[in-house]
């Protein structure tokens, strides 16, 4: 089963934009935004084991899902590539572009979202407190029919980046920038600062008024796609 799910023809004329998710979420509610874009833009996503189309399949390690995504995006026709990590898909997105550069097909570009620094998961216990589970599934998620479906897929994503150590890596060559949540309490506008010392080309943080359940919906996702090649730039404050 690949990692890379489209829902658009390939073509090398368009750029693309790949969607990492966040801990205990897939990719699948990303088909109506990939089928609303413009002809010269593909989004696709990316999408783990152990949820919804892959429910059933064991979670590799950290390591071996960051080379399979890297080789299959290296095989998709573009124009430009860019990455957009949120949360958990931070670490995901930013340790994808370390492969590329090691490589002839680096990303143009990545973008961080809601997620904590890489230094942050080498001590991680992978056992959040029930406040910050609570802001990741949304405080809803116990009466949900499908909640503790999600909260199990949580629990194995933390545990897969607990300890995941990419020492004091940096990318040289892809621009990198970040997005934080004024109302985030899970990453904080100042956590995700110490994104920073991890690009050559750090390109400056931008905060949107938006809590840490918000960055898959359409008011905030859709414009940081728009952003990634500056079809439009944020409206909001950055800092």
């Given at each position: 089963?690949?990692?890379?799910?489209?829902?658009?023809?390939?073509?090398?004329?368009?750029?693309?934009?790949?969607?990492?998710?966040?801990?205990?979420?897939?990719?699948?509610?990303?088909?109506?935004?990939?089928?609303?874009q413009p002809a010269d833009r593909v989004v696709v996503g990316v999408q783990l084991p152990g949820r919804e189309?892959?429910?059933?399949?064991?979670?590799?390690?950290?390591?071996?899902?960051?080379?399979?995504?890297?080789?299959?995006?290296?095989?998709?026709?573009?124009?430009?590539?860019?990455?957009?990590?949120?949360?958990?898909?931070?670490?995901?997105?930013?340790?994808?572009?370390?492969?590329?550069?090691?490589?002839?097909?680096?990303?143009?570009?990545?973008?961080?979202?809601?997620?904590?620094?890489?230094?942050?998961w080498r001590s991680y216990q992978a056992e959040p407190s029930a406040a910050e589970f609570d802001a990741m599934?949304?405080?809803?998620?116990?009466?949900?029919?499908?909640?503790?479906?999600?909260?199990?897929?949580?629990?194995?994503?933390?545990?897969?980046?607990?300890?995941?150590?990419?020492?004091?890596?940096?990318?040289?060559?892809?621009?990198?920038?970040?997005?934080?949540?004024?109302?985030?309490?899970?990453?904080?506008?100042?956590?995700?600062?110490?994104?920073?010392?991890?690009?050559?080309?750090?390109?400056?943080?931008?905060?949107?008024?938006?809590?840490?359940?918000?960055?898959?919906?359409?008011?905030?996702?859709?414009?940081?796609?728009?952003?990634?090649?500056?079809?439009?730039?944020?409206?909001?404050?950055?800092?």
């Amino acid at each position: 089963m690949r990692y890379v799910r489209s829902w658009s023809p390939a073509d090398p004329d368009a750029d693309l934009v790949v969607v990492f998710p966040p801990a205990g979420s897939g990719c699948m509610r990303l088909r109506a935004l990939a089928e609303r874009q413009p002809a010269d833009r593909v989004v696709v996503g990316v999408q783990l084991p152990g949820r919804e189309d892959r429910l059933a399949e064991p979670m590799p390690a950290l390591d071996d899902a960051v080379a399979a995504i890297a080789a299959e995006l290296r095989a998709l026709p573009r124009r430009r590539l860019g990455l957009i990590g949120i949360s958990l898909g931070g670490l995901l997105a930013f340790a994808v572009a370390r492969v590329l550069e090691r490589g002839q097909s680096s990303a143009d570009q990545v973008c961080i979202a809601a997620a904590r620094a890489p230094q942050f998961w080498r001590s991680y216990q992978a056992e959040p407190s029930a406040a910050e589970f609570d802001a990741m599934l949304g405080s809803g998620w116990r009466e949900s029919p499908v909640g503790a479906y999600a909260a199990e897929v949580l629990r194995r994503d933390l545990r897969l980046a607990a300890g995941y150590d990419v020492g004091q890596a940096v990318l040289e060559r892809t621009p990198l920038r970040t997005v934080a949540g004024r109302r985030d309490v899970v990453a904080t506008e100042e956590q995700m600062r110490t994104w920073q010392t991890r690009s050559a080309r750090y390109r400056g943080q931008c905060v949107l008024d938006a809590s840490h359940q918000q960055f898959l919906d359409k008011d905030v996702l859709d414009p940081m796609i728009d952003e990634m090649f500056a079809r439009r730039r944020f409206r909001r404050n950055r800092a």
